[in-house]
């Protein structure tokens, strides 16, 4: 079957079986591997993409189903030079990837929630990563991340004061 959708802003077509799903599709058919394979039973987080703005488990997604749809993975996640984002570049600088395993779902979750929350609490960090499992660091540097990030770009986007 020919899907068709949007893929990381840009439109794809990719013949593929009807009987995968979208993180097979991503990985297999598509070789966009940053979107992580483990549990496979919605769990976990690691697979976890965008889908219409929306964290979704790719592992659970049937892959027909995002025709027309529009999918970010985290390959679609990125400064405007390709490197790490500001939210990528702060999971660096507070400590908060160790083996990185869940680091692509942890930086979809937390690119969803500051899409809809321009300063969310610790509390309301926490409950957006509720799907996503970490076994290294505890979490509290990844909830570091996520907060100063949403400080800084609450900060980029304040009026700025005007000089004498
Ligand atoms: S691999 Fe999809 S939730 Fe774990
Ligand atoms: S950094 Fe290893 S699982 Fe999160």
């Given at each position: 079957?020919?899907?068709?959708?949007?893929?990381?802003?840009?439109?794809?077509?990719?013949?593929?079986?009807?009987?995968?799903?979208?993180?097979?599709?991503?990985?297999?058919?598509?070789?966009?591997?940053?979107?992580?394979?483990?549990?496979?039973?919605?769990?976990?987080?690691?697979?976890?993409?965008?889908?219409?703005?929306?964290v979704v488990n790719s592992c659970?997604?049937?892959?027909?189903?995002?025709?027309?749809?529009?999918?970010?993975?985290?390959?679609?996640?990125?400064?405007?030079?390709?490197?790490?984002?500001?939210?990528?570049?702060?999971?660096?600088?507070?400590?908060a990837v160790q083996c990185g395993?869940?680091?692509?779902?942890?930086?979809?979750?937390?690119?969803?929630?500051?899409?809809?929350?321009?300063?969310?609490?610790?509390?309301?960090?926490?409950?957006?990563?509720?799907?996503?499992?970490?076994?290294?660091?505890?979490?509290?540097?990844?909830?570091?991340?996520?907060?100063?990030?949403?400080?800084?770009r609450v900060g980029s986007r304040?009026?700025?004061?005007?000089?004498?």
């Amino acid at each position: 079957m020919q899907i068709n959708f949007t893929l990381n802003h840009k439109s794809v077509s990719v013949d593929a079986p009807t009987d995968i799903t979208l993180l097979a599709l991503l990985r297999d058919h598509l070789n966009l591997t940053g979107t992580k394979e483990a549990c496979e039973v919605g769990e976990c987080g690691a697979c976890s993409v965008l889908l219409d703005g929306e964290v979704v488990n790719s592992c659970l997604v049937a892959a027909p189903s995002v025709m027309g749809r529009d999918v970010v993975t985290i390959e679609g996640i990125h400064a405007e030079d390709g490197g790490p984002n500001d939210l990528q570049q702060n999971f660096i600088t507070k400590g908060a990837v160790q083996c990185g395993f869940c680091i692509p779902g942890m930086i979809i979750a937390g690119e969803a929630l500051l899409a809809i929350k321009t300063d969310p609490s610790r509390l309301e960090i926490r409950e957006a990563l509720a799907g996503n499992l970490c076994r290294c660091t505890g979490y509290m540097q990844i909830v570091d991340a996520i907060e100063t990030t949403a400080k800084e770009r609450v900060g980029s986007r304040s009026p700025q004061k005007m000089e004498n």
